[in-house]
């Protein structure tokens, strides 16, 4: 038999716009990604500034881009994890990877354009920890820019690695809700009450 998420309680109450989160009293509407607002190797008092700040400094981070003593180059990304029981459905991480200067500039370069999706795949390095799983810091993946500015997507490469695992074959409700509450959005005794 397959899972249809459907027939769970839970995802039909997260997704009913009346159920108000008792974390934050919104109504979610459904998942919402979790974002990392830098790299790891960001110093967490760099200050958050516009992307039309990027002017060549060697330490500056942005909604984008992030520039670390000027050799390391880093693009704020989405790692989808396919939700299993709902069809072309996904829970994201908004996280960040590495790049070479040589992508990074092209990257930036091209960003104000809206047309990536041929620029790509980059290699890069997942450049944070992630609640909830053994490191992350530095798994191998494939960077695919995208058109209209969405934000480029992270492949990582294929391993037994928990999250890598998470991407090839699905992330369960169970274990979204377990992130969730590792970031400040505990909702599991709510939406099962
Ligand atoms: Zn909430």
Redesign the pocket.
Known sequence: MTLDLNDDSRWRRLHDASWT??????S?GGLFDIAMERPGSCDADQPLQPNSALDGSDNILTGDFCVVDGEHYFARCVLQLPVVGAPETYFGWGAWSSLSKANFDIYVDTFDQGAQSDLGAWFGWFSNTLPGYPDTFSLKCQVYPQDNGQRPLIELEPTDHPLSQEQQHGITLDRILEL?ALTG?D?RDALSA
């Not at 989160?21 to 919104?26: A, F, I, K, L, S």
């Open positions: 989160c008792p974390c934050c009293g919104e979610h969730y959005h909702m």
